[in-house]
């Protein structure tokens, strides 16, 4: 017999686009007896052998089962099933003191007036009881379906179940949200306002069961939590227990002398939504996702900023992000950006800035700071006249380390550059760094003691001074000292007109500065030369072609001429 029960009560999350008030449950209780085990042990017999012992079981299950023992109920959300002990309460309007109270004093005068209830064992509380937050803490809380009991649980019972059921919820978040549990009611249309108004308050219904002895219903102490249902207005349904869908029932124990055991099955006997109306509610959110696409669009707008023709528009969002291999600790970054010839900012825009001072971290053998601080840079390009140049210059960023200690005493640690990159999209950057060097022992004591160290006067040094006018640049008879790198990344994103036109025109560009619209003479002159070495390498493969004596003849001609 211990193999025909179902062991897994853990709660299951369904979700469904559907109002949750057309959920309907069918719930049947049954009370397990000697002449019901037997019954069932004959029955899965006769299913064997269908040859034998029709008559017999179906006399022996005729007597077993009577409506003492067993109720089979559907229940519809929060609709209100008074039990035994209400019907006695509500009967007495002295002590009905709510209009909640008083509404179901007339709900009891009506059922007596008419046919009864239509309910036994079977009740429930819904979210608007009193009940509903006042059960018993096992009730709630305890991971076994043994709820019938007389005795109040003690603190430390309470607390360990408490623990046992936060447990058992991180075990089964995972394993009990199934995608496939989509429960699908009918459709009303009430749909339209209510799956979209959010409502973090959860909604409650308690489907409790009398397991009083025969003749006895009505006693308190013998109810017993069957289900709860949560759901929090916006498609999700909370069940505990799962519904059995083909699995064994539960068991259900109560506590008492008798022990007596009694089987719960659930069944989800919602309607089931036709073709016509799945299909009416899918065309219904492809409107309604049709028009709030249009909303966010009219929101955002149809005119998109563009930069004027000829003019490219470069925007960097970089963030440094760490330094290492420096001599001392304590470290900051000083950068700024630099302009060539053609290139302007915003008059808003800022050029430089400093880092935090940031202590070093041991990461295996290096002495690495985190900085990660970022900075934003917005430039634009626009070559109004022809140029000379053979190739257009891109931005530059200097950075110089310095490291700084409790006594004020800073150091020069390093000197870098960083050459905005041509591509766009996301680059990361690891730049090298070297500082001016003084030899002799005096210069490293005085670093050292009182800090302090050769600086460059023009930072623009480190690469190709913005003064220098020569051919060659000489820097024979200058020391340096290679020290640590410092860590950028970049994003980058290149905005034209020309881009767009490109596109549309299913153009393939490779350069930049060609997709500018053309105006410069250096689009004509790379066609030209490019043209030319085509022809070129015609003319020696013809040549190597040709036989050797034509082209002897040929020199001897030009020769003698």
């Excluded at 209009?99 to 179901?104: E, G």
């Excluded at 790198?485 to 034209?496: D, I, K, P, R």
Aim: net charge neutral; glycine share 6%.
């Amino acid at each position: 017999m211990a193999d025909c029960w179902s062991t897994d009560t853990a709660e299951a999350v369904y979700r469904s686009r559907d109002v949750v008030k057309n959920l309907i449950i069918k719930v049947r209780i049954e009370r397990v007896t000697s002449t019901a085990a037997l019954s069932q042990h004959l029955q899965q017999q006769v299913l064997s052998h269908p040859e034998r012992g029709g008559i017999e079981l179906e006399t022996l299950t005729s007597q077993g089962h009577t409506g003492d023992n067993e109720e089979e109920l559907v229940v519809g959300w929060q609709e209100k099933l008074f039990s035994q002990y209400e019907m006695e309460l509500f009967q007495n309007e002295a002590a009905c003191q709510t209009p909640l109270d008083r509404q179901y004093h007339a709900e009891v005068e009506a059922l007596n007036r008419g046919k009864g209830r239509r309910n036994h064992r079977i009740f429930t509380y819904t979210d608007h009881d009193r009940y509903t937050n006042c059960l018993p803490f096992h009730q709630l809380h305890t991971t076994e379906l043994l709820t019938t009991t007389k005795s109040s649980p003690t603190f430390l019972a309470e607390r360990m179940a408490s623990v046992r059921h936060r447990r058992q919820d991180r075990r089964t978040t995972d394993c009990s949200i199934p995608k496939s549990k989509i429960v699908n009611w009918e459709p009303t249309e009430e749909f339209v306002k209510s799956s979209h108004v959010v409502n973090s308050a959860m909604q409650t219904m308690h489907i409790m069961g009398d397991l009083s002895p025969p003749g006895r219903l009505g006693q308190k102490e013998n109810e017993c939590l069957l289900v709860t249902i949560k759901t929090d207005g916006s498609g999700t349904v909370i069940i505990k227990p799962d519904f059995n869908q083909g699995k064994e029932p539960y068991r259900i124990v109560t506590e008492g002398e008798k022990r007596e055991v009694w089987r719960l099955t659930l069944e989800n006997v919602s309607t089931a939504m036709k073709p016509e109306e799945k299909e009416r509610e899918h065309n219904m959110y492809k409107d309604l996702y049709v028009r709030h696409k249009e909303y966010l669009n009219s929101l955002v707008g149809q005119d998109f900023e563009m930069p004027p023709a000829g003019i490219l528009r470069y925007v960097m969002n970089g963030e440094i992000i760490s330094a290492k291999g420096f001599e001392y600790d304590n470290l900051y970054i000083h950068f700024f950006m630099e302009l060539p010839n053609n290139w302007s900012s915003l008059p808003f825009q800022p050029h430089s800035g400093v880092t935090q001072t940031c202590r070093t971290k041991t990461v295996g053998k290096e002495n690495v700071a985190f900085f990660s601080f970022p900075f934003t840079f917005e430039a634009f390009y626009m070559c109004e006249k022809e140029s000379e140049e053979s190739i257009p210059q891109w931005p530059v960023l200097y950075f110089k380390v310095l490291s700084l200690d409790s006594w004020q005493r800073y150091r020069t640690e390093g000197y870098g550059y960083l050459l905005f990159p041509a591509v766009p999209g996301k680059h990361t950057v690891t730049c090298h760094t070297w500082r001016p060097l003084q030899t002799g022992t005096l210069s490293a004591l005085r670093r050292f003691f009182i800090g302090g160290s050769p600086e460059l006067e023009d930072h623009s040094y480190v690469r190709i001074p913005g003064t220098f006018k020569g051919e060659r640049l000489s820097r024979f008879g200058f020391c340096t000292e290679t020290t640590g790198s410092v860590t950028f990344n970049l994003h980058c994103v290149q905005q034209a007109r020309a881009f767009v036109d490109a596109t549309m025109l299913k153009k393939r560009r490779q350069k930049v500065f060609d997709q500018l619209g053309g105006f410069s003479q250096q689009g004509a002159v790379c066609t030209i030369l490019e043209a030319f070495q085509r022809a070129r390498r015609k003319m020696q493969e013809a040549r190597e072609s040709l036989p050797r004596e034509i082209i002897n003849a040929t020199s001897q001609i030009e020769s003698s001429a």
